[in-house]
């Protein structure tokens, strides 16, 4: 069994998966160009990568967003795909979250700009149990977060495209639900895929339907939010003078953010770079041995569905 990697990290990756796979031959996309890989455990290869390997029996996507991966002209169509699925990422994610829903709900974006006004003065605080959380995705780390917020003690909204029922969550799906969710809650987190469908879906029409004074915390896909509607929403400057009240951004549909984007210098916008979900290498290693495991021994195995775009 031969393995191509590519990966910034690739020689970690190779030294992980070795002593899980003993028995595979591995090489990193670069280093040769004669090595004829049976699988490929790749984040972001190149069209050329593709090209190059024309006997591959499947792919491991080496994070959870599959967009750029499926994005690839050259990508295979009828070799099955795997993508990780949490490897640790939806707890990292939570707490990615649970800052941003504090950071809001007691106030600490408006202190800190009360400090660099030397303005003391307390806001009236409103409890966890008034502070309803809308969690956009309710697939493997959705569904984490979401738990996490409401073991906190958050009212948590999720939406998802095709009915859920989970334990503790008020499930909304389909457009009416997503309205329906829109309009209840005070922070709105986006964790849906990149998809055809999901691209742009927080619009001017989505941003309009929160309510007044609401935030926007987007650890997903830059992909998903209209920042041109984002930034209308907001309004200008330190007053809290549109819809929104302010918006934490760790993904963008250009990365890294470019120079001239008027988001880098708008007060109430906290950007990260992209952040929110490093993958845990071990815990990501064990997942991506399973998979090639079975596909190799040609058991059932969770594969993306290019069509859907997860």
């Known amino acids: 069994m031969r393995i191509l990697i590519h990966a910034d990290d690739a020689a970690l990756w190779k030294d992980r998966l070795a002593s899980r796979l003993p028995s595979a031959e591995f090489?990193?996309?670069?280093?040769?160009?004669?090595?004829?890989?049976?699988?490929?455990?790749?984040?972001?290869?190149?069209?050329?990568?593709?090209?190059?390997?024309?006997?591959?029996?499947?792919?491991?996507?080496?994070?959870?967003?599959?967009?750029?991966?499926?994005?690839?002209?050259?990508?295979?169509r009828d070799i099955?795909?795997?993508?990780?699925?949490?490897?640790?990422?939806?707890?990292?994610?939570?707490?990615?979250?649970?800052?941003?829903?504090?950071?809001?709900?007691?106030?600490?974006?408006?202190?800190?700009?009360?400090?660099?006004?030397?303005?003391?003065?307390?806001?009236?605080?409103?409890?966890?149990?008034?502070?309803?959380?809308?969690?956009?995705?309710?697939?493997?780390?959705?569904?984490?977060?979401?738990?996490?917020?409401?073991?906190?003690?958050?009212?948590?909204?999720?939406?998802?495209?095709?009915?859920?029922?989970?334990?503790?969550?008020?499930?909304?799906?389909?457009?009416?639900?997503?309205?329906?969710?829109?309009?209840k809650v005070h922070t709105l987190v986006t964790l849906l895929p990149d998809t055809p469908s999901t691209r742009g879906i927080i619009d001017r029409d989505a941003l309009a339907a929160l309510p007044h004074g609401a935030n926007l915390i987007n650890p997903g896909r830059g992909t998903l939010i209209d920042e041109a509607?984002?930034?209308?929403?907001?309004?200008?400057?330190?007053?809290?003078?549109?819809?929104?009240?302010?918006?934490?951004?760790?993904a963008f549909p250009s990365e890294p953010l470019p120079d001239d984007s008027p988001l880098w210098s708008h007060p109430r916008v906290w950007i990260t770079p992209h952040m929110a979900g490093p993958t845990p290498i071990d815990e990501a290693a064990d997942q991506v041995a399973k998979a090639i495991t079975a596909m190799q021994a040609g058991e059932a195995i969770d594969t993306v569905d290019p069509k859907v775009g997860y």
């Open 229 to 250: 509607a984002l930034l209308e929403a907001l309004g200008t400057g330190e007053d809290e003078n549109g819809r929104l009240r302010g918006a934490l951004l760790d």
């Open 27 to 76: 090489a990193i996309s670069g280093e040769t160009s004669d090595f004829q890989a049976d699988y490929l455990a790749a984040w972001k290869p190149p069209a050329s990568l593709f090209e190059a390997q024309p006997a591959l029996k499947g792919i491991v996507n080496l994070g959870a967003g599959v967009d750029a991966l499926l994005n690839n002209p050259a990508l295979p």
């Open 80 to 183: 099955p795909i795997v993508k990780l699925r949490d490897a640790g990422m939806g707890e990292l994610i939570a707490d990615y979250v649970r800052y941003g829903v504090l950071h809001f709900q007691r106030d600490f974006d408006r202190y800190r700009r009360q400090q660099h006004h030397t303005t003391w003065r307390e806001h009236a605080l409103t409890p966890k149990r008034e502070w309803a959380v809308g969690v956009l995705g309710l697939g493997a780390i959705g569904h984490h977060v979401a738990r996490q917020l409401a073991d906190d003690g958050y009212p948590v909204h999720g939406w998802s495209r095709s009915p859920k029922a989970l334990k503790g969550i008020t499930c909304h799906h389909g457009d009416d639900g997503l309205q329906a969710l829109l309009g």
